[in-house]
């Protein structure tokens, strides 16, 4: 009787578990490109790497949206750093192989198995690496279809940067949107990150907020949600929220931070801070 009674709450832990709501972390980093000459040497991709290191250990996010990584130094830099724990999907935005920066994720390989992963551009030619919309640089966005460990729980994960013109960040926005259908087709809960380089009421957004919020505005505990995402090395007047998470109607915001903290005697780490979410699916 002992016997049967133990595997039936067994049995009943497990079913519990299972449908339990799961809870996923996730980031958007601008780590700020490793070729920009800085005026200030401190903020040299040199001096600075090993203090962006230091914060994604200690914040240990589930899921880490990177923005202007260099496929050359930046994205093995942080792949290689966090393999105990993290593997990574990325592609250069210039030839969609190894050049230029890329839009590269790294997940917790304990938390989070990536079942279809791509990359596809801002452009009216998405499948391939191409310029449109008056915008001079490469954009492109990396999703993977993630399935949460011991759930049945699967997500739709992008991540992006967006252009700099105010066409290309309105028609960006709406080959992303018109790709859910594509790369979506079960209909998973979406997250999207990105440095969008425009604020939440911006009209690339309108469509958009039909189907979504911003995390920002629905999170139901917030830290820091008043300092800016942009901190421009300082320069206050330059201060901006631009980086954001947007989910689909159906994932809970429980938490939204902007990491505006000090890691290894740097004050600014990038000349984004970081955000980052807790969600429940």
């Known amino acids: 009787m002992k016997t049967i009674l133990r595997i039936t709450y067994v049995c009943l832990a497990a079913l519990i578990l299972s449908s339990c709501s799961p809870r996923i972390t996730v980031m958007s980093f601008n780590v700020r490109q490793s070729k920009a000459k800085e005026v200030d040497p401190n903020n040299s991709w040199t001096n600075r790497k ?37 593997d990574g999907y990325a592609l250069g935005r210039r030839d969609g192989k190894v050049k230029g920066e890329t839009s590269g994720f790294l997940y917790n390989r304990d938390k989070l198995t990536l079942l279809e992963h791509g990359t596809f551009w801002l452009s009216e030619t998405p499948e391939q690496p191409s310029l449109s919309f008056d915008e001079k640089y ?26 700099l013109t105010y066409k290309s960040q309105v028609e960006g926005f709406k080959v992303i949107l018109a790709k859910l259908s594509e790369i979506n087709p079960n209909g998973y809960p979406v997250v999207i990150t ?67 903290k000090e890691y290894d005697g740097h004050k600014f780490i990038s000349d984004h801070f970081p955000i980052m979410t807790e969600l429940k699916f």
Request: hydrophobic residues 40%.
């Open 50 to 86: 090993d203090a962006c290191l230091t914060m994604l250990k200690e914040t240990m996010p589930d899921v880490v949206g990177f923005q202007e990584v260099q496929m050359g130094d930046q994205w093995p830099f942080f792949r290689d750093s966090l393999k105990a724990l993290y």
């Open 138 to 163: 490469y954009r492109s966005a990396t999703w993977g279809i993630l399935k949460v460990a011991r759930s049945n729980k699967c997500f739709l994960y992008i991540n992006t940067h967006m252009g």
């Open 194 to 260: 990105g440095d969008f380089n425009v604020p939440m009421d911006h009209d690339a957004f309108a469509t958009a907020r039909q189907t979504m919020n911003n995390a920002i505005e629905v999170a139901e505990k917030k830290l820091n949600a008043d300092a800016p995402t942009y901190n421009a090395w300082g320069n206050e007047h330059k201060y901006a929220v631009v980086d954001h998470i947007w989910l689909s109607k159906d994932v809970k915001c429980l938490l939204y931070v902007t990491d505006n």
